[in-house]
């Protein structure tokens, strides 16, 4: 099996060869999967997360959040934990952590993360049983294990991100879902 240091060799390098418009318009079909799904729809307290390093785009998905009157729940790396942070509006964002946009410090409405119906969840690579590869600092391991029971955890990749195994640890904690341009895995259904 492939080493994680390995694997995300391999998917940074397949991330930074895709170009700008070809992301943005993969980001864009998966959006439209998501807006698919009932429970997403329905849903009231969404953790997402702003796109970085070749990431799903996210922005666009945040904004049509927004036009609809929907409050914004998104996180902010304080030290080794994040914090997560409501807002009502995307200039309430600025470069944080690694230059990705995160809710500014200061009049924070924080959210507890046994609120959240659904969390987005970024990933380097994912595999058909749900397991998810993250860039390695742990942030958003030590997150999901925060989340209550009822959250629907839901990664989001691209095509090409999803592998048929990934090499896991005790400590990696799997999504519920991932949402591709193409298609929607289920750990038992792929």
Known sequence: MTSKVTMRTEMRRLRQGLAPADCAELSRRIAEQ???????????????????????????????????GRKVILPRVEGEALTLVEVDDLKQLSPGYQGILEPRPGRDRVVPWEAIEIALVPGLAFDLESNRLGRGGGHYDRALACLGPKTLKIGLAFDFQVVERLPMEAH?????LVVTETRMIEPGKA
Do not use: N, Q
Request: glycine fraction near 10%; proline fraction near 5%.
């Open 34 to 68: 998501l807006w698919r799904l009932e429970a997403f729809v329905r849903a009231r307290r969404v953790l997402f997360y702003v796109a970085g390093g070749g990431e799903v785009e996210t922005l666009p998905l945040l904004e049509r959040w927004v036009e609809g």
């Open 172 to 176: 990696d904690i799997p999504v519920d």
